[in-house]
């Protein structure tokens, strides 16, 4: 927010008139910088100040959304430049480039691929958004098939990246109620791009040789009426990359520097040929400020640690990811039946169930609620050592469910063996493996109740 | 509108560490900006990239993580030897498995004379480290210690539990030592001040405990840049030291990288980079692909 509250005040009328609903224009003002005002609630309110106002207190980085329905890609808003500040709020967008240079077969066979990729991690499905399609053939009536193809057989929102602006707006008609991004928009074409993206209303992906020049690219563009826009400073690899969106992202957020004021997109697939580095270097651009990263594979080997970083760095850390304390019986366990235990950490939740569905032997899972810690975590902070756990067989009266007295702790708490023997008196403590995928295997070769 | 970059300068360093001895020393940290921020400040080391050993034969690694050592597994020395030579490793991180109290729980005078040998056997720094239980590894990491003085060891893990003796030995026979707090920059702190009451803050590298990629990866990549933060632009000095992280096993334990030999090396190279945008110092890895693939991007 770049207004102050004080700040605001001075341009409201002043006349304390309450029609807003609060009892002083300046209670009204600090209500607008807080949240949950809306400069529509007052009815005085000279329509030029309005303008101003709603110009100053738009979000430093601009929401811009690609595509439409259920398939939308809604970039920007971010707040910050450190996750651990507040969160990160929007999911950068993950394209596959898609040229129209291939054999058709080919093409064909990697929207295929593209169409059936189903990733899923605890409960939440993760998936690509975009399918980047790209100019590079000279032959416009290949690219409109591409463009056809992908727009009749996928969902996914589209990029679509030409040097030729007259083939880049001639396929934008063909997908313009699918709302592409097109790329690029440069201080060459400009003049002959800004009357296409009003008329298709489509978001413009802006490039620059660097950050000053896109500067002057964005701020004409502005100055033309195209609001919507995603930046590529044009960084040549990773480290550019990184040092580029860093620079962006902070003019926007920690000057209020408006002409940076949009997401940004980068383009791995054309920094590395090379297929690993293109992945390394997508997962560090969507770390460091990528609105949208373009990797060229289709292979899911590739594109699963992508999803399952922007998941990470994507989470909430202030809203740890938990399952609810209690003992999970899994398969209808009686007196014979294992007991495991670990934290309420989503994580650990998913891979121990999931694991021990897996082998079939009816069990006790015990969840101890540590706010979200993992286990050594939690077990630093006192909420998983050994008085903690005692704490809890107690609390469900463990000892009454089983006949035998063992208790399976997570491979990792070396440390807390000792320190259970010494809090659950009578009770084998027993280690499990060290990753959950062994449990099966552990289960089956060393339990004997 | 006129573009002014919105730079930062910061006038605190973390602190510079020297790992190993002689012509093949490592240093480390130094730096007075963030991570690859050398447009407004200078990181005058790359990062350390160690290649991990055992000093028994690994049981359960994945056969793609397996097979580049395949020939050698048998033999720490050899192990080492092949990592130096073949794969270019300018660091290695040996790990004393086989002294695991809930193991083969072997003796720290047999550890440290594997250490004794892999030290004499390659010129490259040397992290040793233990099986992350306080009282055991007080006493292996001890003897090493004494019997590798002067080589400049860093010695891996000190914890709250037991930095009293490991850093008493480190400082009398010349070495380094990683204080490791689980997961939380206040206790990673609390640490350091303890240490630094006897023990050379440059001496001193942290360990926040790494996670890998899906398994916990963003509370390491968030508390480094914590720690980071509170060194930097907060200038307090017990949060400059170098930070190591330890995530090459972590990684192969997991499914993803269990099942598919490109996926692994992403999920260890993915969760590598991520570790050095937030700020590490010093990394190690388990496959030597994934340690190549990040040295030729930030190096």
Redesign the interface.
């Known amino acids: 927010m770049a207004l102050k509250g004080a700040e605001i005040m001075k341009m409201l009328p002043k006349t304390n008139c309450k029609e807003c609903g609060y009892a002083t224009c300046f209670a009204f003002a600090m209500k607008l910088v807080a949240g949950g005002a809306k400069l529509e609630d007052c009815p005085y309110l000279d329509p030029e100040v309005k303008a101003q106002l709603e110009a100053a207190m738009a979000p430093p980085i601009k929401l811009v959304t690609i595509g439409t329905g259920e398939n939308a890609l809604s970039i920007g808003e971010e707040e910050v430049m450190?996750?651990?500040e507040k969160t990160f709020f929007h999911e950068p967008g993950i394209a596959i480039l898609i040229s129209d240079k291939g054999v058709e077969s080919e093409i064909e066979e990697k929207l295929k691929r593209i169409n059936a990729f189903d990733f899923e991690?605890i409960g939440q499905k993760l998936s690509i958004n975009l399918l980047a399609l790209c100019f590079e053939s000279g032959d416009k009536d290949k690219f409109e098939a591409l463009v056809k193809k992908a727009y009749e057989t996928t969902e996914f929102a589209l990029i679509l990246i030409s040097e030729d602006t007259d083939v880049l707006f001639s396929a934008a008609a063909l997908c313009a109620d699918r709302k592409p991004l097109v790329y690029p928009i440069t201080n060459e074409n400009m003049s002959a791009a800004v009357p296409k993206l009003k008329e298709f209303g489509v978001p413009a992906g802006v490039r620059g040789a660097s950050?000053?020049a896109l500067?002057s690219v964005t701020?004409d563009l502005k100055d033309a009426g195209i609001e919507n826009m995603v930046l590529d400073p044009g960084s040549k690899n990773?480290?550019e990359g990184?040092?580029n969106q860093?620079?962006i992202r902070?003019?926007a957020l920690?000057?209020g520097?408006?002409?940076?004021g949009y997401p940004t997109i980068a383009f791995p697939c054309f920094m590395y040929p090379d297929k690993?580095?293109e992945?390394?270097?997508a997962?560090?651009l969507m770390?460091?400020y990528a609105g949208i990263v373009v990797v060229s594979q289709a292979?899911e080997?590739?594109i699963?640690?992508?999803l399952?970083?922007r998941?990470?760095?994507y989470?909430d850390?202030r809203r740890p990811m938990t399952v609810e304390e209690k003992v999970y019986e899994i398969g209808n366990p009686d007196e014979k039946s294992p007991i495991l235990i670990t934290t309420n950490?989503a994580?650990d939740y998913f891979i121990v169930s999931a694991a021990i569905e897996e082998t079939n032997m009816p069990a006790y899972l015990c969840i101890k609620g540590t706010e979200g810690?993992?286990v050594?975590?939690a077990?630093?902070?006192g909420k998983f050592n050994g008085e903690a756990i005692a704490e809890f067989f107690e609390k469900y009266g463990m000892p009454d469910k089983v006949k035998h007295r063992k208790l399976i702790i997570p491979g990792v708490a070396?440390?807390l063996?000792a320190e259970l023997e010494e809090d659950l008196p009578g009770w084998e403590i027993i280690?499990g493996p060290?990753?959950?995928?062994?449990i099966p295997k552990f289960l089956s070769e060393e339990w004997t109740a | 509108m006129k573009y002014e970059p919105p730079l930062e300068k910061i006038s605190e360093n973390i602190r510079e560490a020297v790992l190993g001895h002689g012509e093949k020393a490592l240093k480390i940290g130094g730096e007075n900006t963030l991570p690859f921020h050398s447009f407004e400040g200078t990181l005058p080391n790359p990062p350390g990239l160690a290649l991990e050993i055992l000093d028994t034969e690994p049981e359960n690694w994945a056969p793609s993580v397996l097979e580049p050592f395949e020939d050698v597994v048998s033999d720490p020395v050899n192990w080492a030897r092949k990592c130096v030579e073949v794969f270019g490793a300018e660091m290695l991180c040996l790990r004393l498995v086989s002294t695991d109290p809930l193991g083969k729980d072997g003796s720290p005078q047999a550890a440290a004379e594997i250490t004794k040998k892999v030290a004499d056997a390659v010129d490259v720094p040397l992290i040793v480290w233990g099986t992350n239980m306080d009282e055991k590894d007080a006493q292996v990491l001890t003897e090493v210690a004494r019997v590798c003085a002067g080589k400049n060891l860093l010695l891996s893990p000190v914890s709250k539990g037991n930095y009293e003796k490991i850093a008493q030995a480190a400082l009398e026979h010349g070495h380094a030592i990683v204080a490791q707090a689980s997961m939380d920059a206040n206790l990673t702190k609390e640490l350091n001040i303890v240490l630094c009451k006897f023990f050379p803050p440059e001496k001193i590298v942290v360990d926040p405990t790494a996670s890998a990629l899906g398994y916990g990866l963003e509370y390491t990549f968030s508390i480094i840049e914590e720690i980071k933060q509170f060194g930097l632009a907060d200038k307090d000095k017990m949060m400059q030291m170098p930070i190591i992280c330890d995530f090459g096993g972590d990684c192969w334990r997991t499914k993803e990288a269990k099942e598919n030999r490109e996926q692994g090396i992403l999920w260890e190279a993915t969760t590598a980079i991520s570790f050095l945008l937030a700020g590490a110092n010093l990394l190690i890895f388990r496959h030597p692909e994934a340690l190549k693939l990040i040295k030729e991007m930030v190096v």
Request: charged share 25%; glycine share 4%.
């Open positions: 450190f996750r651990h991690r950050i000053e500067v701020s990773m480290v990184i040092q860093t620079l902070r003019a920690k000057k520097f408006r002409p940076l690993f580095k992945t390394v270097a997962a560090a770390t460091k292979d080997h590739f699963l640690p992508l399952v970083h998941f990470n760095i989470s850390p950490y994580l810690l993992g050594m975590a077990w630093t902070s070396k440390k063996v280690l060290l990753e959950g995928s062994d």
